[in-house]
């Protein structure tokens, strides 16, 4: 009795505790930044390191491939430390770390060796630098089923830090050019399957060896093989649940069954795929290898959790919601509608699942085309064209599983359709919200479109229901005429008009604002907009241009002048490569001294010119600038998200509702980044680049390339960033 009480207590507590944890869902969530202080891996620069580990190295065997391994590996880990994109000592970083813990309990000396970060990306994976550094996707996180899978994959990355497979593969490659490799010679193509083959090899090594790891531990074995399920279908949503269209519904807009999917198409992910020329063995190949390996004697004694159950599930459902907004960013808007419908079921009330679903639907509709299906080209920087087209909506026949639907419904509705239903979802969700300025403006924006580009007015929308219509129209005469004058023509041809479209299920938009029309602030917002009285937040000042009355035409080449007092900037862009009988090498100790000298060459113009300016820099990082850190991430996040919206300047940066603040702290919303590439072959070529972005409307406000047959030199340099910020500074003549 005693037992059952004891048990009784701790199962009451452990609920408890899982109720108060998701509690800080219900309401709102706000997204995660880093804090506390940076480690020494983010202060110091990439050179120190690759210096100290390449004395390290002594007299060993492939030096100079190793000496390029090193400088090379840590340069790019460099840049992704300060991307903006890896959390430092947030509440996922620390969980997974706790999983290490776990792991390796038994060997302090390698625990202390590794570095592991949760990274702000939506891909379901994880990967691992020889240096001991692990990196895990917030993607990853919101798919796993328990940690005993999670721990599994931390095993598997451990050892390709133990294996040193990376520097291996790097070598290996090396030799495979050089005809060296004892792994195999001949054609190009031979060479790049070897490249797959030596791969393949190391990967089903780190599964074999992370399993024994995770032998050593008190996870269940059992529990961790759904670990290959997780990635076999990594390509669907986190969860599969059934969109209705009455989330999107109430009592008087109604969506036609024309736009609901009766049936989505069964999941057909095939796990025995061709994986010659892939790095690693397709799932069923892993599977096969590792199942005779699962049995253990003592599976009974292990669990799927030794850390904690309810942190685990709090950390996914935290690593879900960060999803929303990693679509947002990456423009995948039916994902980001998808991820928060399914979070809405448990938090009908979060603000945040509101926003990211109203500012998916704005950005839908501002990209949606007459024949339904919707894309835009990504920015092109330089004299390369890089633009590609990318569909908004892809087509639904492309989806699998349960989120079909929602891909179906939205890439079939007329940009009428679609904006009506937003509107009536922004709206409500603001009404419920009463004050968020995020929702305000979104909804005078798709009052905007309404009025602007579908040409719609209030005239255009019912007052009345359907079925109201229907009851009134059962009077005779007096639904359309005076009671003592006899019924016009006109009248009757009104009469049976009405009677058809009430009749019609195509027309459900007419019928959509019958209830919000009994709304005065949704009225008078609508009449402010159709009359011209209300701003278009997200709009006109984003693409339009002020107008100046008397002012002649530019012509087509002219520059420009801003009439900029101040500006952000950011650090400089610095590129320096050796072309070599057709191979590029990267000058990377040339390219962190060049980028030094470029930052010192804007700040000198600046100065000359009396132009104000702050900084966001990341190359004089102190433990103490954690602040300044997660600046540099929520503009590396901005600039991201307009960058992939290429031309298309009606689209929202989803993202800029995090940036105010920084605005407000650095004076100005001008953001400037500018940047060199130089080439040296048989011939030196140099492109400078200049771009300047208004960071509350997300307009490009300047673009400027040069491009010289000559190398880099300081002067030429500070002739074309000189030339840059005059333009930005100087008045503009009326």
Known sequence: MKLFIKELFVGLLLFINADISFAQFESDYTPLTSSGSLPAEFITTAKEISKQEISDLGKVTDRSAKQQFIIANNYFLRDLLLSGNVLVN???????????????????????????????????????????????????????????????????????VIKKHSVNQYIENIRLENGTSSYERGSSEERNLARYRFSKEQESEADMEGLKLMKQTGYSIKAMGGAFDVLQYSYLPFELVDFRKNF?????????????????????????????????????????SIEPELKVNDESSRKKYLVSETEFKNVREMARFELCRVYLIERDYVNAVYASYILSEKYMNNLYLKKTISKALYNILVNKPSDHRSFTNTVSIGNGNISSKQYVVPDYMNIEGASQKLYYMLGNMTSTELNTVALSYTYKAYKQHAGDP????????????????????????????????????TTGKAALAEPDQEESKYTKIKKEQQKTEVETDDNFTKYAFVGLLKDEEFVNRYTKMARGLTQKPLIDEYTNSPKIKGKKKKKKNSVPFLGIDKVLFLDPFYMKVKNDHGTEYVKYYEIEEHQK?????????????????????????????????????????????????????????????????????????????????????????????????????????????RYVRSNDNRDLITSFVYNSLMHVHKKPSL
């Open 438 to 473: 995020v929702l305000s403006a979104l909804t005078d924006s798709l009052f905007s479109v309404l009025v602007n580009s579908n040409n719609l007015f209030l005239r255009d929308f019912s007052s009345k229901s359907k079925a109201e219509i229907k009851k009134s129209d």
């Open 90 to 160: 947030d509440p996922l970083s620390r969980y997974v770390n706790k999983v290490v813990d776990q792991l390796l309990k038994d060997q302090p000396a390698l625990r202390q060796q590794l570095h592991v970060y949760v990274t702000r990306s939506g891909d379901v994976n994880a990967y691992a630098f020889d240096k001991g550094f692990i990196f895990v996707n917030v993607g990853l996180l919101a798919q796993l089923e328990n940690e005993s899978q999670l721990a599994f994959i931390l095993a598997h990355e451990i050892t390709h």
């Open 597 to 705: 000298i470029l930052a010192d060459i804007q700040k000198k113009c600046a100065d000359k010119l009396k132009l104000e300016y702050s900084t966001v820099t990341t190359k004089d990082l102190s433990e103490s600038d954690i602040e300044r850190y997660n600046q540099n991430a929520v503009l590396n996040d901005w600039l991201g998200e307009r960058f992939r919206h290429g031309d298309n300047n009606s689209e929202l940066v989803t993202s800029s509702e995090y940036i105010k603040q920084l605005i407000k702290e650095a004076g100005t919303q001008y953001v400037a980044w500018s940047g060199v590439y130089d080439s040296k072959g048989k011939a030196h070529h140099c492109t400078y680049f200049f771009i300047l972005m208004d960071l509350e409307s997300g307009k490009l406000m300047k673009f400027e390339t």
């Open 248 to 288: 999107f519904e109430d009592e008087y807009l109604n969506l036609p069954d024309t736009l609901y999917l009766k049936k989505s198409s069964e999941v057909k992910s095939n796990d025995d795929y061709d994986d010659t020329k892939s790095s690693h063995p397709n799932i069923r190949k892993r599977r096969g």
